[in-house]
């Protein structure tokens, strides 16, 4: 069957520091990937998203590269700020006759302190 | 923008109360799905529906029904409450599986439940 499985958290940061959050996923053929956030007391927001192999999702300097031979999409971004901490949870859609189901990741807590 | 809406943040509610989560959608979204979120389990899929009136289990259906009677709206019924179902509920919605985008689900806030 399908699975990510993420980095385990809670990750704690300074502001300015480099972030990555691992992710690998299992799935037959060709899945979609995505990160969401979840900012505190909300739902999830799509961060970013890739469709198939070597594309690079990005949005508010976060970055995740679709890598097919190593199946990974590894979140980064080059500074992060108090106003990053949230959970970040990995997801991967395997299309056809699943309805738009998507497997999540279990969730990294990234905490960010002044 | 897509907005989904649940009718509470907050709900608190007594052990064998029948319980009603309403979720609305105004995207005229075919795909709906309930979500539970437990600290250190992630997001578990409770129920989804691809059309008005079709619905399909998903991991954790037990104590849990749903209804979909109109295409906007998506209600997760808990039958008799019990303590081992609070939690935050999640509610979300895509486009239909012919249609681009089907990939992408589209969140409400969330109802955090009590049951006493």
């Known amino acids: 069957g399908n699975s990510v499985t993420q980095m385990e958290g809670p990750v704690t940061l300074s502001e300015e520091a480099f972030l990555t959050i691992n992710c690998t996923y299992t799935a037959t053929g060709y899945p979609s990937l995505f990160w969401y956030v979840q900012y505190p007391g909300e739902g999830l927001q799509l961060l970013l998203k890739?469709?198939?192999?070597?594309d690079k999702g990005s949005n508010k300097g976060f970055e995740a590269t679709y890598r097919k031979e190593t199946t990974s999409f590894h979140l980064e971004k080059g500074s992060v700020q108090v106003s990053d901490s949230a959970v970040y949870f990995c997801a991967l859609y395997a299309g056809g006759t699943s309805y738009g189901k998507l497997t999540f990741g279990q969730g990294t807590i990234l905490t960010v302190h002044p | 923008d897509v907005k989904v809406t649940q009718s509470s943040r907050y709900l608190v509610k007594r052990t064998g109360e029948k319980v009603f989560l309403e979720c609305v959608q105004d995207?005229?979204?075919?795909?709906m799905f309930w979500y539970r979120q437990d600290p250190g389990l992630g997001l578990r899929l409770i129920y989804f529906s691809y059309d008005v009136k079709m619905k399909e289990k998903g991991d954790i259906p037990e104590g849990y029904s749903v209804s979909r009677e109109k295409k906007e709206r998506f209600s997760l019924i808990l039958e008799s409450a019990s303590t081992n179902q609070t939690s935050m509920y999640l509610c979300a919605s895509s486009f239909g599986r012919f249609f681009a985008g089907t990939d992408t689900q589209y969140f409400g806030p969330g109802t955090r439940l009590t049951v006493l």
């Open positions: 995207m005229d979204h075919e795909n």
């Open positions: 890739a469709t198939k192999a070597d």
